[in-house]
């Protein structure tokens, strides 16, 4: 407390105090007449921000680093204790602290969830989540590389200056290149410690039909006569397969059904007839097998 600095004056004895690298509201400071307290460098008047009862530092006090090693008074060298009160030795970091103790910064990390399930995404698609890095010490947490160990993860961000009681977000994606599951480990790196987070996802490749026939050749037949022939529609993709419209260009062509479900990695029979009512060449008609729309050339 500022006001507890108070010089004295009495039976023609005088004091004389010089204040320097200090934290004091040199107004407050009371020299009755004939003493004198005077103020040299280093003064610092901003509140202190002290962290508890016992007057230890915040990180953002202005304090820290403010004072100097020795200071040249009146008449003789003034030196800075080698240790502050609580027997740690001075410096601690970059110069001294104004005050009685270091500050001491201790980063911590607290990185949340531990653990990151995409489920099933798209092949060529990208799904993104959202990992929190809470800065929990006494000193600014630095993230200094995120490094993961599958490169289907991939994190937006490798480089972080968090202040103490701060947190903040880092999104990683995932985008799987193949139809298999996938795991990996997300190494968050920083000046607190290192922690680790899993990661699991599962690539899924979309439908695809295969067709077993581009082009379907009646050949020659008699009028108001049937024909039929078997198509295979198969689907070689990771997920369902709905076709949903199978139809014909033209009447004298007909389909046994015209809505599937084929599953992954399954097939079906499809059973094409055609009965011709007139003497002519049927050429160009189209099959429609919808999901996705493919035109298959019936002759």
Same mark, same amino acid.
């Given at each position: 407390?500022?006001? !507890? ?116 995404? =798209?092949?060529? !698609?990208?799904? *993104? ?48 290149v193949a139809q ?21 996802? =599962? ?5 695809? =039909?295969v067709i077993s ?8 037949? =008699?009028?108001?006569?049937? &024909? *039929? ?15 949903? !419209?199978?139809?014909?260009?033209? &009447? ?48």
């Amino acid at each position: 407390d500022s006001s !507890d600095i108070y010089l004295y004056s009495f039976y023609g004895y005088t004091c004389r105090m010089n204040i320097a690298y200090s934290n004091v509201e040199m107004s407050r400071c009371i020299a009755e007449e004939g003493s004198e307290i005077t103020a040299s460098n280093g003064i610092i008047e901003t509140e202190p921000s002290f962290s508890d009862s016992d007057f230890h530092l915040l990180y953002s006090s202005e304090l820290i680093d403010a004072g100097v090693q020795t200071f040249a008074g009146w008449d003789s060298i003034i030196y800075a204790p080698v240790r502050d009160f609580a027997n740690k030795a001075r410096p601690a970091g970059l110069g001294w602290e104004i005050g009685a103790y270091e500050f001491h910064p201790r980063p911590a990390m607290i990185a949340n969830p531990d653990t990151v399930d995409y489920g099933s995404v =798209m092949v060529s !698609d990208i799904d *993104t989540n959202t990992i929190s890095i809470e800065s929990a010490g006494t000193g600014v947490l630095v993230i200094y590389d995120i490094v993961s160990s599958n490169p289907v993860f991939s994190p937006h961000a490798t480089y972080w200056e968090i202040p103490p009681d701060s947190a903040i977000d880092i999104d990683v994606s995932f985008a799987p290149v193949a139809q298999e599951v996938y795991c990996g480990t997300l190494w968050i790196c920083s000046n607190a410690d290192t922690q680790f987070i899993l990661l699991l996802g =599962m690539g899924l490749m979309p439908p695809n =039909m295969v067709i077993s026939d581009d082009a379907i050749d009646f050949g020659l037949m =008699m009028e108001e006569t049937d &024909t *039929t022939v078997s198509l295979i529609i198969s689907n070689d993709g990771g997920m369902d397969l709905n076709i949903y !419209d199978i139809r014909t260009s033209h &009447t004298d062509f007909d389909v046994s059904e015209s809505e599937y479900l084929i599953c992954a990695g399954d097939e079906v029979e499809v059973e094409i007839s055609f009965e011709p009512h007139e003497e002519r060449l049927y050429s160009l008609s189209l099959i429609h097998i919808s999901e996705p729309t493919r035109p298959l050339y019936i002759s």
